[in-house]
């Protein structure tokens, strides 16, 4: 699991492949309908490392989709849209191995930050696979009771030595946006701040972003979604920073690998 994504879009260098024709229909806000949002700079908690009972006072949690969601909050349900979850590796190499992303010698390309098994979403028909496969985790969580869906990885291109492309990520984000929409569930972008500016064509409705305090990317979040932005941060002295510039915005404080509270590194913070 890729539980954050620390400085990522301060460090990867974007690819240059692409196949296939572009796909910019994704609905922009003003089609989302009744689609309900996270509230806005309400208390946040970030339990991708394994849930438990949250703090008093949290509002709006972020759980893994094999998780249940907290009883009587705003439940964000994580799915690794763009990279391979690890423990199922075997599931994508012996089902579904045209959808893996290949070197030149055909072996599958790795995330080395992740050890993850990166998808291949460089032509659109492997990304229209993908997404009934991504597809089908979303409506899972529609099922489970999530309310909201954050789809990690979204800048894997960057770590494909070149093999897929920004304009990929952004084709197959918006058909993970269009799925997530028709089962109810609103879509947050997570990361990749130099895709803010793309908004309207991912299709994404909030931003839940690792470390924009740190990398000072919280405005370019801000400049494309407002006030909803979810902020996750990894050092108090960015936590800080966020908190006095960013008071509107909803930030939490949390130990780099996301353990429970039964955990000595356990750290949980709000503004």
């Known amino acids: 699991m890729s539980m954050s994504a620390a400085g990522s879009n301060a460090t990867k260098d974007a690819g240059v492949r692409d196949a296939g024709p572009a796909q910019t229909d994704a609905e922009t806000p003003s089609q989302m ?7 806005a700079g309400a ?10 009972n949250p703090m008093s006072g949290v509002k709006v949690v972020s759980r893994d989709r094999t998780a249940k969601p907290a009883a009587g909050l705003y439940n964000i349900c994580y799915v690794n849209g763009f990279q391979a979850q690890p423990g199922e590796e ?4 012996s089902d579904h191995a045209a959808l893996v992303l290949r070197d030149s010698s055909g072996e599958p390309v790795i995330d ?9 979403i460089s032509t659109a028909d492997k ?3 993908l997404a009934e496969i991504i597809g089908g985790f979303i409506d ?17 291109f960057s770590r494909s030595g070149g093999r897929l492309s920004e304009q ?3 084709d197959f984000m918006a058909l993970l946006s269009k799925r997530s929409h028709a089962s109810g569930l609103p879509i947050a972008q997570k990361n990749s701040a130099e895709l803010v500016p793309q908004r309207a064509k991912l299709g994404t409705d909030f931003a839940i972003a690792e470390e924009c305090n740190r990398y000072d990317e919280c405005g370019v979040y801000t400049d494309g979604y407002g006030d909803m932005v979810f902020v996750i941060e990894y050092r108090k002295s960015d936590f800080d920073k966020g908190c006095k510039e960013f008071p509107k915005l909803s930030l939490v404080l949390r130990d780099v690998e996301l353990t429970t509270p039964d955990g000595s590194s356990y750290v949980f913070e709000g503004c």
């Open 127 to 129: 990304r229209m696979k």
């Open 33 to 39: 309908g009744n689609l309900k949002l996270p509230p």
């Open 140 to 156: 899972g969580c529609a099922k489970s009771g999530f309310d909201a869906v954050e789809i990690d990885n979204l800048d894997s």
């Open 168 to 170: 990929n990520a952004i």
């Open 43 to 52: 208390s946040l908690d970030y339990q991708l490392g394994g849930a438990y």
């Open 90 to 93: 075997d599931f994508w190499l």
């Open 112 to 120: 080395e930050d992740w050890n993850e098994l990166m998808f291949d």
